[in-house]
């Protein structure tokens, strides 16, 4: 089984920025993608960055340029650091895992919001 753990959401005024952390653990292989999603208020989820074992990274149009996706594959942990923080950015944030044998796994979800 697999377990993810988050960290680090928060309240943060426009402009500011915010580290959040995932601790992945259980039967994790070593061919796999690590992410983060959010869900805004009423509004479905979406991908906000993902970064392969390899270390190949993709963002959504609106973080470009402000986050940053890392992870490291010996302690199987991934992180987002956001800067330049918008109204818009705030939203429960998802830790994903998926891994190449197709398991799919969610940490619990992290609330950042970012007032104005």
């Known amino acids: 089984q697999v377990q993810l753990v988050e960290s680090g959401g928060g309240s943060v005024q426009a402009g500011g920025s915010l580290r959040l952390s995932c601790a992945a653990s259980?039967?994790?292989?070593?061919?796999?993608?690590m992410g983060w999603y959010r869900q805004p208020p009423g509004k479905q989820r979406e991908l906000v960055a993902r970064i392969t074992s390899g270390g190949t990274t993709n963002y959504v149009d609106s973080v470009k340029g402000r986050f940053t996706i890392s992870r490291d594959n010996a302690k199987n942990t991934v992180n987002l650091q956001m800067n330049s923080l918008k109204p818009e950015d705030t939203a429960v944030y998802y830790c994903?895992?998926?891994?190449?044998?197709?398991?799919?796994?969610w940490g619990q979800g992290t609330q950042v919001t970012v007032s104005s």
């Open positions: 994903s895992l998926a891994q190449v044998n197709g398991g799919n796994y």
């Open positions: 259980g039967s994790i292989l070593r061919i796999n993608v």
